[in-house]
Structure formats: C-alpha cells, structure tokens
C-alpha cells in the first residue's frame, strides 16, 4: 500500500472539530516554495502551485519505481502579514505566503535535487522548489467548511477569545491545509484545516 499521509497522520489531515482545539503536531518534512501576493489573482501563485504539483509527481514516480510508492498530499500554505489585520480585513495583496506539500520522512533533499532536471527538461518549469522540515509543535487547529473568504470570524475568535482563554499565544505562521480542490467544489461545501503554533 502507498504511504498516504491522509491516513499517517489523521488528526492533522481529517480533524472533526469546527471550533478550536489544541494538540501536538510533530515534525513533518514538505516541499516547499515562497511568494507574496494575492492567491486568487497573482500569476506567482499559480505557478508557484504548479511547481510544487509537478515536483511532487514526479517524485511520486520515482519512488515508486523504487517500490517506495506515496499518495501526494493535499496543498497547504504558511501565511503571513506584516500587519495581522491583512487577514481579518483580507487585503490579500500584501499577504506573503510558503505553499507546502507533504513529503514521507524517508525521501530526502537528494529525492527533490533529483528530479529538478527531469521537471525542467519535460514541464519547463524551473522554480526554487525546497525541501523544508517543520516541527509546529503545540498547535491550536480547526475545521473549517465553507468559503476562504468565510475565515475571518473564525480567526478572530482564536486571537480574541480562545488563545488569552487558554492563556497562549501564536509562536508560528498560520497554517491551512486545502482537503477540497476550489475549482470542483462549491466554495460552501470547502473544507480547510486552520492551525495556528501557540505558546
């Protein structure tokens, strides 16, 4: 059977909870690439996406002519501001972002370098592409179901009630993962993992 991270690490890829809730996540490794800008209309951001994409497939490819199969994961990205209200009021323009797919722990940065050519030479696609290792930690972490757009009241309440509840604060980026692709399903029926690293 392929490794499916979906699977491995369940409480991280298909949690139930849609109100906040606090748990340990270990360290998992991702190919990863920055940008800035806003995620529905910066062509970065497309391309960005379409990098990780072909790097992750033809990883997939790789291993499992090794016999080391794995089911790519889901899209998720690290988000930042340089002012926190960017994401309340969602001015995306000035958001900064890591867009992330996870990684088995037993390929390494060999696995990432290996294909580099093989991505350029058959997608022309030539795209700083890395391997990163994150270990977030003590999390605070949510389901969301519904629009991207539908977050803010949800965040809100994780800066204003639930973290000076809990007596935390954020040590990390906030951190989504995509379980639904926007372009076949109805922004309603979306779902998104929220988490947020707290201290």
């Excluded at 994401?87 to 996870?102: E, G, H, N, Y």
């Excluded at 994780?158 to 926007?182: A, I």
Aim: overall charge negative; aromatic content about 10%; glycine content about 6%.
């Amino acid at each position: 059977m392929p490794y499916d991270v979906k699977k491995d690490l369940k409480q991280l890829y298909a949690p139930k909870n849609t109100d906040w809730a606090l748990l340990d996540v270990p360290e998992q490794q991702f190919l990863a690439i920055d940008g800035r800008g806003n995620p529905n209309t910066a062509d970065s951001y497309k391309k960005a996406v379409e990098a990780l994409y072909s790097f992750a497939y033809t990883i997939k490819m790789t291993a499992k002519r090794t016999g080391e199969d794995f089911v790519v994961g889901p899209l998720e990205g690290l988000w930042w501001a340089e002012d926190y209200a960017a994401f309340t009021v969602r001015a995306k323009d000035s958001w900064q972002w890591t867009m992330l797919i996870s990684l088995p722990g037993h390929l390494g940065e060999d696995a990432v370098e290996e294909v580099r050519e093989a991505v350029l030479r058959k997608k022309k696609i030539d795209a700083p592409v890395r391997l990163e290792k994150l270990h977030e930690g003590r999390c605070a972490q949510v389901l969301h179901i519904g629009s991207y757009d539908d977050e803010a009241p949800l965040l809100a309440r994780l800066h204003d009630e639930f973290l000076e509840r809990e007596g935390l604060k954020p040590t990390g980026l906030h951190h989504e993962v995509y379980l639904g692709d926007p372009r076949r399903t109805e922004p309603a029926k979306l779902k998104t993992v929220l988490r947020q690293p707290v201290g």
